[in-house]
Each structure stands twice: as structure tokens, then as C-alpha cells.
């Protein structure tokens, strides 16, 4: 380096000053800094002893005469003094026999003298419990923005509170694909909970208005009665097939012409467990024959919105884009509601999306409540009334009465739907849709003679659909108007003594959750609380 001083760095004509120890000369001629190179071997950042890389016999001054604090001999450099030589290296530096005790085998803890859970040598004030999600607060002073809402106040308010009706739409509208199916069929949180909103904004029994919903047919006499369809049969196949199907075999007709004139790639529909008796499960149909296979009603709800995952169904599906699929759902009403909200922005919804989107056509069945699986087929029927669920052949809830036939069509049962009260969807009774108004299609034997479908025919896709389908029906008006309205009132009455919110299909359509939580009584904020 140079200066105004000179090339050495030092005035002209001043001594040269002695080197300093253990600094090597450099070339005064070269313009490069001045660098002091690293001595081979050593490390800098950290006394070599301390890492047992030096053989002990070798730590230490080379030259006694130039040890630190020798200055009886005229030495004046310090040096290292060795530290301390490494417990289980020898002066070759090479490790020595390691000793290891073999565990014991085929020999349970002695537990006699204590407690096995007990937990020993723990240090005084110290607390090993797992804390509880309180102490994010003590962590940091991160507020949460008040417009976020997580999984667990979904939890808290519908879940936990039994008021769940199994439609899955939370789990189609979580965008992080961070809430699954548990095997008690409800959803749960299976990653971190990113606190997007979108479960609560969708849940039918949460953040969603599903009043408000009702517009999308765009009647504005949806509030009463059958509300404002296209047009409305009664009607039924006369095909061999339709024996299986229920009353008059109409979604299934619907969903093979459908299929036949390549509207649609696939039906989501009911399918019976292979494992459970009567337990309802997700199912894509593709061809005629699995619609017919699976023809007839289940009283349980099959989370459908939750099995839109399109990885699910891909080997069943033809090989094109995702966007160019097109599909049908057959749902309950509140799943209906789920789908048409979860379409309406244009939001992703992760592994659900292109399902999702691919729904062009709904057919909702008419529906007053759903059941619990298990406490329906086993506690209800089973238990108490000695009706195997493998000797069940078909099930049916009419004229207020839970009917039950054999596998030869005996009717076996016949009782006031009101005794199976426990075994019902707590949320049910919160439902003012008994026919389905967001659907393009709703189909129930409510309003129609014993072998025949009450078919309510809402959009311009559903009369497409209808009219693809009419041709291969033995159709007429719809037989009994006033008893799908009177039904439809009486839901509506019991769904106003049930909620806890005003009911006001005008209002916004999604419910803040502090505003449902003032209603409802629900604990603000669930995921700071320790529990």
C-alpha cells in the first residue's frame, strides 16, 4: 500500500522499524495490502487443545526460553500453555476404547418403588408441562388482525358445539389444503392453520349467510313455500333398473343421459361403505352402470365437499385439462349452498380447485335433517330396535316417519321421525332449506305418489338437463303442491326457533365471527386461551 509518506508507509529517512514477532516480512515492491497469512495447522478461532486435535505431549512452547514469564531467560513472547490434555486421546492423538453399556433386553422398567410417569432429577422452579397456546402472547407482543379467523374458531363455535353438518365445504376452501376428514367423520386440522378466513366464510353453520344464498336462482319469493322454480313433475323411470333407486329412480335417469350426451365426465354421488352397512362414503360415478349400482338414499352425510380433491378421482377421469372437466354434484341442500358460494369467487381452493370449478350441475335431494352414522344405524336401530344393519334393504324418511324395509321389501319399521331425535345432525335443526333452492335440480318424494319424484326444476342448466331426460320419464304436474310448501314451512319455523342469529336472506352474506359470537355465546379468540 501506498501513501503520501512514502511507499513504505513511513516517512522518509525514519528508521526501519524491527518486525514484529511471529509477523513474516513482505515484499515491499508489491502494490497488495498487507496480509498476515494463517499459519498452517492452526486454528484461530478457538485454543486447538479445546478440540482435541493436538496430542497433548505436543502442546505447548517448542523453545522454553520464549515461554510467557520466562523472562529469567531474556524470553519476552507468549505463547500458548497447552490447556488441558484431552481425557480420552492418546499422545499420538488417536482415540482410545470407548466403553458402552448394553441396554437391557426383554425387561420391562422396575416400577414397584414409583411412579413410572414420574419425572426425576427435574431442576428446582422448573415447569416441563407443555404450554398452552396463551403463550404466544407471552412470546411476543404480535397482535392478530381483527379481520383473521382461524380453524379453531371454527372449531370452538361449530365443531366442538356439535352444530357440524358434515358438508366438507371448509375443507374444499382451505387453500393451504390444511384441514382433513378425521375418523370420526368431522373435519380437523391436519397442518398449521394459515388464518385465511376462508372455512369460516363458507361454513353453512359459521361465516356463511346460506340465506343469502337462495338469490343465486333469483327468485325473490325464495322465502316461502317451494320458492320460485321453472317449472315442477311428478315423475319416474320405467326402466327395469329403477327397483333399486328411490321412488322414481329420477337423479339417476338425470345423470346417465347427462353422461350419454357427454355433458358431464362424472357424478359425485353416495356410495355405500365397504366396511359399515348403510354408512353413506363419496363416490364418482362414470358410467351408467355405477349410477345404477348406486342408486337409492343414505342417511348420512358423505362430507362431499371434502372429496373434490381431483388427485382422488384422477384414474377415473379422462386424460384432459383440468379447467375442461365438467361434473355433477348430488348433495344435500347445505352442500348445494357450500359449492355454489365456494364458485362464486375466484379464489384457489389447493388440492379441491379444479374440482371445484368442474361442478356445471346440481342436483340437490329435499332433505328436513341428517343423521349421525352411528348413532342412526347402531344405537337407534341396532341396539334398541334389533334391526341388524347387514338385514336393512332400504330406508326411507316420509310422512314424518323413519321407515325401514327388509331385503325382500317388507317394511319392518315405521315410526315418528322425532324418536330418532338424538341420532340427528344437532345443525339440521338451523336449516330453513328443505328444498334446496341454490340447486339446479331438487328431487324428494315429498308432493308425489308412492313410486314417483317430486322433481323442482330451478335454472336454465337444470331444464337443460330435465328436458335431456324427459323424453325416457313417465312425467305429469307435480301431484301435491301445498305438501312441499307446508314441509318447507314447517323447516323454516323450526330453523327460527333453533338459530341464534337473525335470519335475513338480504343481509351481507358472510357473518363476522364476533358478530356470530355475540349471538351464539362463543368464547372470542379460542386460539390464545389455554385449552
Known sequence: MTDEAGESGRPEGAEAEEPLPGVPETDADTDRERTVPRAEGVRTHRPASEHGTIPGDQIGPADESRAYGASDRGGTEAVADGGTTPANVDADGSLGDVEFTEPAA???????????????????????????YGIRAEMNDIETPDDKTWFM???????????????????AACPSDSIGIGDDDLPELVKMCTGCSLCWDFCP?????????????????????????????SARVEDDWREGAQDGGVVTAVLSHLLDAGEIDGALVATESDDEP????????????????????????????GNLDLA????????????????ALVGTPCEIEGIRALQDF?????????????????????????????RLIGEQLAEKRDIRPADIGKLDVLDGEMRVYDRDGEQVLAEDIEHFHDAALKGCDECADFTGYCADLTVGSVGSS??????????????????????????????????VGGLQSWDKKKAFESL????????????????????YGTELNPHEADH
Not at 281 to 300: D, I, Q, R, W
Not at 312 to 327: G, H
Not at 503 to 516: G, L, T, W
Open 450 to 483: 308412492d313410486e314417483y319424484s317430486s322433481v323442482i326444476v330451478r335454472t336454465e342448466t337444470g331444464l337443460e338437463a330435465w328436458e335431456l331426460t324427459e323424453p325416457d320419464l313417465d312425467y305429469h304436474d307435480l301431484e301435491d303442491r301445498s305438501a
Open 312 to 327: 382422488q378421482w384422477e384414474d377415473k377421469l379422462p386424460d384432459k385439462d383440468p379447467e375442461d372437466l365438467s361434473l
Open 153 to 171: 374458531e371454527l372449531d370452538e363455535a361449530v365443531i366442538e358445539e356439535d352444530r357440524c353438518i358434515q358438508c366438507g365445504t371448509c375443507v
Open 278 to 305: 348403510w354408512k353413506a362414503e363419496s363416490f364418482l360415478a362414470t358410467t351408467h352402470e355405477e349410477l345404477v349400482a348406486n342408486a337409492g338414499s343414505f342417511y348420512n352425510q358423505t362430507m362431499a365437499l
Open 346 to 374: 375466484e379464489w384457489e381452493y389447493g388440492s379441491q380447485n379444479a374440482m371445484v370449478r368442474a361442478v356445471e350441475y346440481t342436483v340437490a335431494l329435499m332433505c328436513t335433517k341428517n343423521f349421525n352414522y352411528h
Open 106 to 132: 426383554g425387561e420391562s422398567q422396575d416400577v414397584e418403588d414409583g411412579d413410572p410417569t414420574e419425572r426425576v432429577g427435574v431442576p428446582e422452579g422448573a415447569d416441563l408441562d407443555t404450554p398452552g
Open 205 to 233: 353453520r359459521g361465516g356463511l349467510r346460506y340465506e343469502r344464498q337462495w338469490k343465486i336462482t333469483g327468485g325473490e319469493d325464495n322465502v316461502k313455500g317451494a320458492g320460485d322454480p321453472v317449472t315442477e313433475f
Open 500 to 519: 341464534d342469529r337473525p335470519f335475513d336472506p338480504d343481509a351481507p352474506r358472510f357473518i363476522d365471527y364476533e358478530d356470530h359470537a355475540a349471538n
